[in-house]
């Protein structure tokens, strides 16, 4: 089945820095790849997604990359605010969900 | 809309007791899914329906059984409670025509086996 590894696993970052988290999968025939955001005591909520025909997509501060080629997907958050300090999971589903360990991001006023 | 809800929000068993998480949406979603949560793990998928009337073990199972009552309802049933099975447990339910991508999750029941 497959298997996805998430990178790193704690991040600290002052604010106003950007963030970048890193994914990892398995299985070739995955073709969608969400990210979920975990506030903590909350439950997880998509905050961005990308299909494996699109290398790029931007929402305001986020953006995911996409390289299937490499089997690697990639969060980046630019101009971090205290309310993004949060637990962010990837995931990939080929005929279910399989999600990252995650990582706890921490945002330094 | 409530959207996706659980019950009970927070429950204590002792080894060996048998108790039943209920998970509703009214979303008019197809899938559901039951997901336990544990630190440094991530979301693992414990049951999923496709759709009314089937269910299907995913990557955790074992010690695990599931009722889709109806479109609506999706319950976890923990018939002989384990330390092992001390975690977060989350439902969620996705849209009709998918395949599971887009997953709204219940706000969680918090579940400790003494």
């Known amino acids: ?109 | 809309n409530a959207g996706v809800t659980q019950t009970p929000k927070f429950q204590v068993l002792k080894t060996g007791q048998s108790m039943t998480l209920q998970c509703a949406q009214d979303m008019n979603h197809n899938s559901m899914y039951w997901y336990r949560q544990d630190p440094g793990m991530g979301l693992r998928l414990i049951y999923y329906s496709a759709s009314e009337g089937t269910t299907d073990k995913g990557e955790v199972p074992n010690g695990y059984n599931v009722s889709r009552l109806n479109k609506r309802e999706f319950s976890l049933r923990l018939e002989s409670a384990a330390p092992s099975q001390t975690s977060v447990y989350f439902c969620a339910s996705s849209p009709p025509g998918q395949g599971g991508e887009t997953q709204y999750f219940g706000p969680g029941t918090r579940l400790l086996v003494l």
């Open chain 1, 1 to 109: 089945g497959e298997n996805v590894e998430q990178h790193p696993s704690t991040l600290s970052v002052q604010e106003g820095d950007s963030a970048v988290i890193k994914c990892t999968y398995s299985d070739s025939a995955s073709n969608y790849f969400p990210w979920y955001k975990q506030e903590l005591g909350k439950r997880p909520q998509l905050i961005i997604d990308i299909r494996s025909n699109v290398g790029e997509k931007k929402d305001q501060r986020i953006a995911v990359t996409l390289n299937k080629t490499a089997k690697h997907f990639s969060l980046h958050i630019t101009e971090t605010q205290p309310e993004d300090s949060a637990v962010y999971f990837c995931a990939a589903l080929d005929y279910k969900l399989s999600f990252g360990a995650g990582t706890t991001v921490t945002v330094r006023a």
